[in-house]
C-alpha cells in the first residue's frame, strides 16, 4: 500500500501562484510513476501531470502546459506541482495519485490516490 498525502492548497488570484506538495510513503517503490489529477465542481476528475520517479520523464495536460511543473524529491518521497500564471478555470480539488505503471496513469487508471488538496483561483 502506498499512502499519499497532500498539501499547499489555498485561495490566489489569478494570475498569482501556488505550489502544492504530495508526501508518499509505504510502498512507493511499488509505483514509480506520480502525479495529479484535479477535479473542478461538476467536472470529472482529469489528469494534470506525471513524473516518473527514477527517469524524470514528465507529462503535462495541454491546458496547464507552460504555466505547471511536476517534480519530485526521491530521498524525500515528494512530489511538487509549480502552478504559475494561475486562472479561474484551474479551480479544483487536486489529488496527488501514484501509479504501477505508465500504462495506468496513461489510462487516467492511477492505483493510489489521496485525500485532495482545494486550490481556488478568484478572478
Known amino acids: 500500500q502506498v499512502q499519499l498525502v497532500e498539501s499547499g492548497g489555498g485561495l490566489v488570484q489569478a494570475g498569482g501562484s501556488l505550489t502544492l506538495s504530495c508526501a508518499a510513503s509505504g510502498r512507493t517503490e511499488s509505483t514509480p510513476v506520480m502525479g495529479w489529477f484535479r477535479q473542478a465542481p461538476g467536472k470529472d476528475r482529469e489528469f494534470v501531470a506525471s513524473?516518473?520517479?527514477?527517469?524524470?520523464?514528465?507529462d503535462l495536460a495541454d491546458s496547464v502546459k507552460g504555466r505547471f511543473t511536476i517534480s519530485r524529491d526521491d530521498d524525500k518521497n515528494m512530489v511538487f506541482l509549480q502552478m504559475n500564471s494561475l486562472k479561474p478555470e484551474d479551480t479544483a480539488v487536486y489529488y496527488c495519485?501514484?501509479?504501477?505503471?505508465?500504462?495506468?496513469?496513461?489510462?487516467?487508471?492511477?492505483?493510489?490516490w489521496g485525500k485532495g488538496t482545494l486550490v481556488t483561483v478568484s478572478s
Open positions: 495519485v501514484a501509479a504501477l505503471s505508465s500504462f495506468h496513469m496513461s489510462r487516467n487508471a492511477p492505483n493510489y
Open positions: 513524473i516518473i520517479w527514477s527517469g524524470s520523464s514528465t
